[in-house]
């Protein structure tokens, strides 16, 4: 039996190992949307400011992590980030895309399938294609036509709402897949609105890891599918830009 003073050493340091475990490896997953050579917008970075982030990322020596390996959290350098696209925007082929090729960088994509080859402003499919046949872009899931499930609640029966979200979260994974020839078991939530019912219906249509768009940076704790991202905006400064990604 350990005298007291042998034990209060013991507890101790259980209480160190518990606070090293504690200081897991956190990492900022950074959201984008649009790129333009000149302007700017809430939603808009100038291809210029993004390379500046990117300069800015090399200079302080973060690794860019593609989403796939960030989420199974094994030998993740420190300090990373990860970036992601949502919403499929046609600049994301025309800007980003020769950004990602002549530095060798990881994106995921989070498109939703309607708007592909069908709105103006969307990527095609064939552009889909061409990024993902390059290994260094990863697509998955933004739902089916990225609809505001708060609204649709209000103004369908309980029924019809549970009917509509499996639509959303089924029809979006199998037309990406059957369309790309790649699995999709990641989501994104339109306008970060998720909740444990909109969970359930995820977990059931077979994704594993679903992203909000907010809460700061990602752990290997966090609610796997509620993964916290960071919004960029245009306009950003490189200053803003690295009060946002350190910790
Ligand atoms: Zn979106």
């Given at each position: 039996?350990?005298?007291?003073?042998?034990?209060?050493?013991?507890?101790?340091?259980?209480?160190?190992?518990?606070?090293?475990?504690?200081?897991?490896?956190?990492?900022?997953?950074?959201?984008?949307?649009?790129?333009?050579?000149?302007?700017?917008?809430?939603?808009?970075?100038?291809?210029?400011?993004?390379?500046?982030?990117?300069?800015?990322?090399?200079?302080?020596?973060?690794?860019?992590?593609?989403?796939?390996?960030?989420?199974?959290?094994?030998?993740?350098?420190?300090?990373?980030?990860?970036?992601?696209?949502?919403?499929?925007?046609?600049?994301?082929?025309?800007?980003?895309?020769?950004?990602?090729?002549?530095?060798?960088?990881?994106?995921?994509?989070?498109?939703?399938p309607s708007?592909?080859?069908?709105?103006?402003?969307?990527?095609?499919?064939?552009?889909?294609?061409?990024?993902?046949?390059?290994?260094?872009?990863?697509?998955?899931?933004?739902?089916y036509?990225?609809?505001?499930?708060?609204?649709?609640?209000?103004?369908?029966?309980?029924?019809?709402?549970?009917?509509?979200?499996?639509?959303?979260?089924?029809r979006s994974k199998s037309v990406l897949e059957q369309k790309?020839?790649?699995?999709?078991?990641?989501?994104?939530?339109?306008?970060?609105?998720?909740?444990?019912?909109?969970?359930?219906?995820?977990?059931?249509?077979?994704?594993?890891?679903?992203?909000?768009?907010?809460?700061?940076?990602?752990?290997?704790?966090?609610?796997?599918?509620?993964?916290?991202?960071?919004?960029?905006?245009?306009?950003?400064?490189?200053?803003?830009?690295?009060?946002?990604?350190?910790?």
């Amino acid at each position: 039996m350990p005298s007291l003073g042998l034990r209060a050493v013991i507890a101790g340091l259980f209480c160190l190992l518990a606070g090293s475990a504690m200081a897991e490896p956190s990492v900022p997953v950074l959201v984008y949307h649009r790129f333009d050579p000149a302007k700017s917008g809430l939603t808009t970075v100038t291809t210029s400011a993004f390379e500046q982030q990117l300069d800015w990322l090399a200079a302080h020596h973060y690794s860019i992590v593609p989403l796939q390996s960030l989420v199974q959290w094994k030998n993740i350098p420190q300090p990373a980030v990860a970036i992601t696209v949502d919403d499929g925007h046609e600049s994301v082929f025309t800007q980003l895309y020769p950004i990602l090729r002549q530095r060798h960088i990881h994106v995921t994509l989070f498109i939703y399938p309607s708007a592909i080859s069908n709105a103006s402003y969307a990527l095609t499919w064939a552009q889909l294609d061409e990024m993902v046949k390059s290994g260094l872009v990863d697509v998955q899931s933004h739902t089916y036509w990225h609809p505001d499930f708060r609204q649709e609640r209000k103004k369908r029966t309980p029924a019809d709402y549970s009917a509509f979200v499996d639509m959303q979260l089924a029809r979006s994974k199998s037309v990406l897949e059957q369309k790309l020839g790649i699995s999709v078991t990641m989501l994104a939530w339109p306008y970060g609105i998720y909740d444990q019912d909109l969970e359930a219906a995820a977990r059931r249509a077979g994704y594993q890891w679903g992203f909000a768009f907010a809460g700061g940076q990602a752990q290997p704790g966090s609610d796997p599918l509620a993964i916290p991202r960071i919004p960029v905006s245009g306009g950003l400064s490189l200053s803003g830009f690295a009060a946002l990604v350190a910790k």
